[in-house]
């Protein structure tokens, strides 16, 4: 079955400096991956998606993540963080290819952001 | 353009109580997921729509949880006789169905349930 493991429960950064967050997932064929934010009272908001095509995704905020079929890994990145990325961070897959296919989300990072 | 929006926002209930939740999606998105995010937890999911057909309910937790999209567009989540295990915030999201292929879906901001 798919799945995916966020191995950082809490990560702490400074104000400026880079950052990655860590995913790996588990899936039989090609992964649609997705990294989602979530700020406190606030919905889930899509970062990113890969689907195919390169590897390196860019996203909004400023974020890219890169798929690494043969580490089975998907991690977030950022070169400078801003006090304003303080949230929660999940890493999902989707469970198949079609428009009905279900997201399938990690436990989530938690970033804090140190003046 | 409006998002996907859920009401209550919150929702305190006794333990026994059914409580219905609510959301809108997206206008003219056929396909509808709600999710369950239990505390410190990822979402996870409990049921889809395809407009009006419910066509996944696999991830429903017991036959207290039903869900409903009758016009295809807004859509209830009904939970009966709550329990406190069913405190938790209970996502909705929306996206366009129509591709044939892997889409973006838009969550709302949640309904925060709360039993006890």
């Known amino acids: 079955a798919q799945s995916v493991t966020q191995p950082d429960i809490h990560i702490t950064v400074s104000e400026g400096a880079s950052l990655e967050l860590r995913c790996n997932y588990s899936?039989?064929?090609?992964?649609?991956l997705f990294w989602y934010v979530q700020s406190p009272g606030q919905g889930l908001q899509l970062l990113l998606k890969y689907f195919s095509g390169d590897t390196l995704v860019q996203g909004i905020k400023g974020f890219e993540a890169e798929f690494k079929r043969s580490q089975s890994s998907f991690n977030l990145r950022k070169p400078s963080v801003h006090w304003s990325d303080a949230a929660e961070y999940f890493c999902a897959v989707g469970s198949g290819y079609s428009s009905a296919s279900k997201i399938i989300f990690g436990s989530g990072t938690r970033l804090s952001i140190r003046p | 353009g409006a998002g996907v929006s859920q009401s209550p926002r919150y929702k305190v209930a006794k333990r026994g109580q059914d409580v219905a939740l609510r959301c809108d999606p997206i206008?003219?998105?056929?396909?509808l997921f709600w999710y369950q995010q239990a505390l410190g937890q990822g979402p996870e999911f409990l049921t889809y729509f395809q407009n009006e057909a419910q066509l996944d309910k696999s991830g429903l937790p017991s036959d207290r949880f039903f869900a409903e999209r009758p016009e295809g567009s807004v859509s209830t989540l009904k939970i009966q006789r709550t329990q406190q295990e069913d405190s938790a915030v209970y996502l909705c999201?929306?996206?366009?169905?129509?591709?044939?292929?892997?889409?973006?879906?838009?969550f709302g901001p949640g309904t925060r349930l709360t039993v006890t």
């Open positions: 899936y039989g064929a090609t992964p649609y």
């Open positions: 999201a929306s996206s366009l169905g129509t591709s044939g292929g892997p889409e973006e879906q838009y």
């Open positions: 206008s003219g998105h056929v396909s």
